[in-house]
C-alpha cells in the first residue's frame, strides 16, 4: 500500500506593522542595543499595539492569507490546529476564534501548548489526522501576542519577544515529500526556569499577584540557555543520523528563533554552512510558536521540492523536537 504523508502545500505570516527596535527599547529599560545584539541577535521586534486585539486577530490574518494563497475555501478546511502560550482567553481556544474569524466551520479546531515547540508538536499532530484518512486538509497556525506577557522593565526579558502569526496547509499526498519523521520530548523539571509565576489554578490573579508583577514571563536566562543548546543540537544530530542525513543532502535548518548564539551552536553541531541555516530573529524577535513558520514564509523563495529540511526547536517545559520535512513545491 502506498503511504499517505501530510505535505505542507502553503505557508503565509501576519507581523502587527508597529515596530520596536533597540533604540527605543533602550529608552524604555537600562539596555543598550550593542548588549542585545551581542548576546541575543535581536534587532527590531513587531508589536500589536491595537486595543482589544489579541493573538486570534493575527492568527486570522494569517489564515486568510494562506487560504486565498493556495485557492482554498473556507469551508474545505476541517481541521484547524492553534499552538500558542499566549491565548485569547483561558476559553474557549484561540483555534476556535480564528475559525470562527476566518469563516472556517467545518472544522473542529482546539489549542497546543508547548512553548516555543508548539508548532512542532502541532505539526506532528495534523500529519497524523492526515496519514490516518482521517482530515485531508489541515491548517496549523501558530500565533502569539508575547508583549502581552512581556515585563518591559525587566532587561533580561522584554528584548527577547515579538508578536506574530504564520500558518501552513497541510494535505495528503504520495509522493516521497512531507512530513517524514518527529522526535519529541518533555522534562517538566523545566518549570523552574521558565514559567509565568500567576495566572494559574495553582496561584490565581488577584491584587497581589498583579501588584508583584507576576503576570509576566519569568525565565532564569543561563539554565534554559544551557539547556536549548544542548537539547536543540542532540536531538538535530539523532534526526541526521537517524535518517542518514548529511549536511550535502540536507537543505536548510529551521531553527526556533529565541537566541542566535543558540541557532549558531545546533548548526555547527549539525556540520551545517551558515548558509544553509534560516534565520530572521534579528527583525522578528523570539514569536514563540510563529517562529518556524515564519521562516518558512520569509525564505519561501529558496525553497524547492524534495529539500530535505530538519526542523528544530526548545522551548519552555521543557519542550524540544525536531522534524524531518521533505519540501513539497517548488518557488511560485
Keep these: 500500500m502506498t503511504k499517505i504523508r501530510a505535505a505542507i502545500t502553503g505557508v503565509a505570516g501576519y ?18 542595543d ?3 545584539m551581542t548576546r541575543i541577535g535581536i534587532k527590531e521586534r513587531h508589536i500589536l499595539k491595537e486595543p482589544g486585539k489579541g ?14 494563497k493556495t485557492n482554498t475555501l473556507p469551508g474545505d478546511i476541517d481541521l484547524l490546529i492553534c499552538p500558542t502560550v499566549t491565548p485569547d482567553h483561558v476559553f474557549p481556544a484561540t483555534a476556535n476564534i480564528i475559525s470562527h474569524k476566518t469563516g472556517i466551520t467545518n472544522a473542529f479546531s482546539f489549542d ?43 532587561r533580561t526579558t522584554c528584548p527577547l519577544f515579538g508578536d506574530a502569526a504564520a500558518a501552513v496547509l497541510l494535505e495528503p499526498t504520495t509522493d516521497e515529500v512531507g512530513v517524514m519523521d518527529a522526535i519529541l520530548h518533555s522534562d517538566g523539571v523545566g518549570l523552574t526556569h521558565l514559567h509565568m509565576k500567576a495566572g494559574g489554578s495553582v496561584k490565581p490573579a488577584s491584587h497581589d499577584t498583579v ?6 514571563i519569568y525565565q532564569e536566562g543561563q539554565a534554559v540557555f544551557k539547556w536549548a543548546v544542548s537539547k536543540m543540537a542532540d536531538v538535530s544530530v539523532e534526526m541526521m543520523e537517524k535518517h542518514n542525513l548529511t549536511p550535502d543532502n540536507l537543505a ?6 529565541a537566541n542566535l548564539r543558540i541557532i549558531d ?13 534560516m534565520i530572521n530573529i534579528q527583525k522578528y524577535g523570539n514569536t514563540t510558536s510563529a517562529t518556524i513558520p515564519l521562516c518558512l514564509w520569509e525564505l519561501e523563495n529558496k525553497l524547492h521540492k524534495g529539500d530535505n529540511l530538519i526542523l528544530a526547536a526548545f522551548g519552555g517545559g ?3 523536537g525536531s522534524v524531518w520535512l521533505k519540501w513539497a513545491y517548488d518557488p511560485k
Aim: with cysteine.
Design 211 to 216: 501588584d508583584a508583577r507576576e503576570h509576566y
Design 15 to 32: 507581523l502587527p506593522p508597529y515596530i520596536l527596535n533597540n533604540e527605543e527599547l533602550s529608552r524604555m529599560v537600562d539596555t543598550t
Design 265 to 277: 551552536a545546533t548548526g555547527n553541531r549539525m556540520g551545517l554552512p551558515p548558509e544553509k541555516v
Design 318 to 320: 521543557f519542550t524540544w
Design 55 to 68: 493573538s486570534s486577530d493575527m492568527g486570522a490574518e494569517a489564515v486568510k492569507l494562506l487560504l486565498a
Design 34 to 36: 550593542e548588549w542585545i
Design 252 to 257: 536548510w535548518l529551521v531553527p526556533h528563533q
Design 112 to 154: 497546543v501548548n508547548a512553548a516555543c515547540s508548539g508548532f512542532l508538536y502541532a505539526l506532528q499532530i495534523a500529519s497524523q489526522f492526515i496519514e490516518t484518512g482521517y482530515r485531508k486538509k489541515v491548517i496549523v497556525v501558530g500565533a502569539e501576542k508575547m508583549s502581552s506577557i512581556t515585563d518591559y522593565t525587566d
